[in-house]
Each structure stands twice: as C-alpha cells, then as structure tokens.
C-alpha cells in the first residue's frame, strides 16, 4: 500500500492505504499502539454523528470486527450491509494492526462515499477489547485518499522563523495582531518548499497570514492590525494557515518566491478566537518557513477570491436561515487591465474559510458562460478544521474563464443578522488558491451593489429568506482586483452565474471477493501511480 500517514501527533496511529480505481476497491492498514479494540472512520464533519466506522481487535476468543454507523455520540450501531471484509488482524508487542477493504463507491445509505474530494478520518482505540467509551484515545485528521500525495525527499532543513514575541492576547472575542518585518538580508531570491504552523496556544490561533508588502511600506511594527497604519496595504499571500491545518508541502516543481527584487517587508497577521475574554494569554505563534536556494521551476502564487465585507456596502445574513448562500465572483478578464496576456494559471491546491455559520464552501470555474470544474469542494466544512487541500490534480484557468465562490451558512441558532467582517462572529467567504506562474496578482473579490437595496427588515420567512438571497444573488456585482504593489481597481456588473450540483459518486456494492492489485501489490500499477505523481 503506497500511501501512509500518522493519524496523531504522537506517531501512535498508522494508516497505510492503496487503491485499485478501476475495479473500485481500496484497502487499509491500520496500526495501533494497544492490546485494545481499535476503529477507524469516515465522518462528515470530524465528529460522531453520521459517521460511518469499523471496529475490531483481537480478543481472548480470537478476532472480532464489523461495520458500524453513528447516529449521535454514543455507541455507534451495527450496519445492516456489512460493506468492509476483513482480510487480517493481529496482536503482537503492544499493537493491533487491521487490514481490510471496501467498494470505494458502497450503495449502502449507512456508509460514506470516498471522493476524490478531502474527507475527515476519525479513530479511536481502547485498552482492552470491552468496547466501551474510548475517552482522549480519539482523534480527526482530513485527508484526500484518492489524490493523496506523499511528501517527498526534502532538498534543504534550511528555515525562516516568523513569528509574534510573547505578545499579550487583550480579553476580547476577535483580536487581529499584525507584525511588519523587515527581511532586508534575504537578498537573492528563495524558493519556499515547505510551510509549518508553530502554534503555541492552539485553543485561541484562529488563523494566520503572511503578506508581502508593496513598495511604499518602509517601516515596521508589532502591534493590532487594521488601526490605519501603511501596513494595513500588505494584502499580498506569501503562506497561509488556518485551525486545524497541517504543514503544507508543495509540489517538487513549484516554490513561493520569497527574498530578491522589490519589498523586504512583510506583514505577519494573526487572528486570535478568544471567546472566554482570557485576559493576560502570551503567545509567540506563527510560521516556519522551510527555502531552498535551488530555484524550482515555477513560482507559486496565492490568489485571493470571494466575498468581503466593502466598507461602504452592507451584507447581511438574517437570522434563523436554515442555508443561506452567498457569492463572490472573479471574471479573469479584467486582470488583463494588470498583466496582458496572462498566462494559463495552474491551480493545484486551496484554502477554504468561512467562520462560525459556515457550513459548505464550493469554487466553480465558469468557461464561455458555462461551469466546467470545481476548483474546490467540501460539502461538510468544519470550522475548526481548515486545512490546505491538494485538488488531487493540476486545473487550468485561462484568460476569461469566471471564478464563483460559493459559501452556505446556517444561523438558525441567531437571533440577530451576522455581518460581513472580521470577527470571528461575522463572516466572510474566502478561497485562497494555490497556482504557478505567479503573476502580478493578489486579490480579485466581489461585492453585490447593495445600494440599490431599500430598507430591509430582516426577521424573515423561509420564503422571504430564499427570495432575498436570490436578489442578493442577482444584483450587480462589485469587483475589487489588486496587484501586489496595492494597486486597487474596481469593475462594475459582475455576474454570478448557477452553479452545478456537487456530482455524486456511482456506487457498488461490497467486491470483496474480486481480486485487487493495481494499487497495492501490481509492480506495473505502482509504475503508472509514479509517473501520474510526477505529472501533478
């Protein structure tokens, strides 16, 4: 099985995993550091309810394992079609290691569907076989299982701090600390490979960027964001992180330029989650930026699209919406005003962000008035766990072609309307994609024309939620583009076009008897998998 990672960050929990995509079978090996019954699943949100499972070990009578789903979190209930086979379980030194495999795609309504979209793994572990609640043995970790890609060999261990220095996290809800910084010795240009958060409170790290400045910025600071300081124009992503996510390795082709010609400074910008008004928290967070000095072949960008808040135009989410979706649009066109021609952008990874209603985030790319792919996708978005995703393979964006994001919220536990803003309570609807060549490009969002909007009073019906989210929808859109020098243009008469139905997998039922080996035992197949890695 040529894929493998821990599933907890004491290296306790192994999961190794092949697949056969043309028979449609995937196989898994777990291991785990215990005498106990250990399980495994898929979840639709990182938790217990929905979640589709198998637990297993090996008992005083031999091996026991099935196929479980959860309704709530308790003990999860007997699947009616057992759709995982086991194919071994052993005990030996102190660990349980479990084999088995399923369809990819199941026709079981009690089981979860494998994408190639991410999905969230939960496990959890005893230290004997009576299954009963498992306590901290238990974790979540999102992963893409059909378009994983394994880190590789690493060129340098050479690295760049950027981080806060034991600052002091006022007792407020949302608090945004932002530290310019002058990187005047990083005179020739670096390539960085590879981005690890260094997180020191993680129950308050909400989410961190780091910002190229543009030319004018000449000055640094270490001190709240957004009070009016020049530095409030650095809007150019360099590396970004949000909670819950991971290090971020990028492919072996493709590096972020950092260092060499134009600005030195950069701007650090992290937002603090702090809903229990702590007072006296210190923390010294931030970013571990892994550089090589051997220039890849393509330099990484970050483009930032969706919906923000504009501060002369209101958006506001009624209360008690069961969904309410809103969207930002890009139309690629207007970016020949900063580069012509542009170059085909090659997306290959994204970051999604929402806030606390957020509950589904899409990304359509639109070709001649017509949605062609989704540049992103995650149908059970968790706040609390916002990862850098691979799209699983290399996706082109040509001039022209049209950008949507899509964000889908649900307020019906407020009382009062959510805002478009920056606290962790009011929302915003952001995809930060990853794609080379990077060109001179750092943001191209969107903002309907709510000036034509008359007084609303927004304790609404269901049908009078559903009819104002599509005004809202078809009003004028307002799109803000920048380059990385804060060079700010703003276009008319954007349109949101529909988007499609996120595509639902075929499914199948259990195969287990059918043989499998492309992707697990095949030496050809492992051949054609390597050169399909090289080739993303």
Same mark, same amino acid.
């Given at each position: ?229 020049? #530095? ?9 992180? /949000?909670?819950?996510?991971?290090? !971020?390795? +990028?492919? @072996? =082709? ?103 209603? #957020? ?9 001649? /008035?017509?949605?062609?792919?989704? !540049?992103? +996708?995650? @149908? =059970? ?156």
């Amino acid at each position: 099985m040529p894929f493998m990672l821990y599933l907890d960050p004491n290296n306790l929990v192994r999961l190794n995993w092949g697949f056969d995509s043309l028979q449609g079978i995937i196989t898994f090996k777990l291991a785990i550091n215990t005498t106990g019954w250990v399980s495994i699943g898929l979840s639709p949100n990182g938790g217990m309810r929905g979640s589709d499972m198998v637990i297993g070990g090996f008992g005083p009578s031999g091996n026991y394992f099935a196929d479980y789903y959860a309704t709530g979190n308790s003990m999860p209930l007997l699947d009616t079609h057992q759709s995982y086979t086991l194919l071994s379980l052993s005990e030996s030194e102190g660990q349980t290691v479990m084999t088995f495999q399923r369809s990819i795609q199941t026709c079981d309504n009690q089981d979860l569907q494998i994408t190639a979209q991410p999905i969230k793994l939960i496990y959890a572990y005893g230290t004997t076989d009576d299954i009963t609640y498992h306590g901290a043995r238990r974790g979540t970790k999102e992963v893409n299982l059909l378009n994983y890609v394994p880190r590789t060999s690493l060129p340098t261990r050479n690295y760049l701090n950027v981080t806060v220095n034991n600052i002091t996290i006022p007792a407020i809800k949302t608090y945004y600390h932002c530290k310019v910084m002058n990187f005047s010795n990083l005179n020739t240009k670096l390539h960085i490979y590879q981005i690890e958060p260094v997180i020191e409170n993680y129950d308050i790290v909400h989410h961190m960027l780091l910002h190229r400045c543009p030319s004018f910025v000449t000055e640094t600071y270490d001190k709240p964001c957004y009070m009016g300081d020049m #530095g409030d124009f650095c809007f150019s992503v360099v590396a970004a992180w /949000g909670v819950g996510g991971e290090v !971020l390795t +990028l492919p @072996e =082709n493709a590096g972020i330029p950092i260092g060499g010609e134009g600005s030195s400074f950069y701007r650090l910008e992290i937002h603090y989650n702090n809903p229990n008004l702590e007072a006296g928290r210190k923390d010294s967070s931030g970013l571990r930026l892994y550089y090589t000095t051997q220039l890849r072949q393509h330099d990484v960008g970050i483009l930032t699209a969706g919906l923000l808040g504009f501060a002369n135009l209101e958006y506001s989410i009624p209360p008690k919406a069961t969904q309410f979706r809103t969207y930002g649009v890009c139309n690629t066109t207007v970016l020949s005003q900063f580069i012509n021609p542009m170059p085909d952008l090659q997306m290959f990874a994204v970051l999604l962000h929402t806030h606390l209603t #957020g509950r589904k985030v899409r990304v359509g790319q639109y070709r001649n /008035g017509k949605q062609i792919d989704f !540049l992103g +996708l995650d @149908e =059970n978005y968790n706040f609390e766990l916002q990862q850098v995703t691979s799209l699983g393979n290399v996706k082109t964006v040509k001039q022209g072609d049209d950008i949507v994001v899509e964000c889908t919220y649900s307020t019906v536990n407020r009382t009062t309307v959510t805002k478009m803003g920056l606290a962790t309570t009011d929302e915003m609807c952001l995809a930060f994609m990853f794609y080379y060549p990077a060109v001179n490009i750092s943001m191209c969002i969107s903002h309907p024309n709510t000036t034509q909007l008359t007084n609303t009073n927004y304790q609404m019906s269901d049908n009078e939620i559903a009819r104002y989210e599509s005004l809202l929808k078809t009003l004028p859109q307002a799109q803000l583009i920048s380059d990385k020098d804060a060079d700010f243009r703003l276009y008319q008469n954007g349109i949101v076009m529909d988007m499609m139905k996120t595509p639902n997998a075929t499914c199948q039922r259990n195969s287990s008897n059918r043989r499998y080996t492309s992707w697990i035992l095949d030496p050809v197949g492992m051949i054609l998998f390597l050169v399909w890695i090289v080739m993303i």
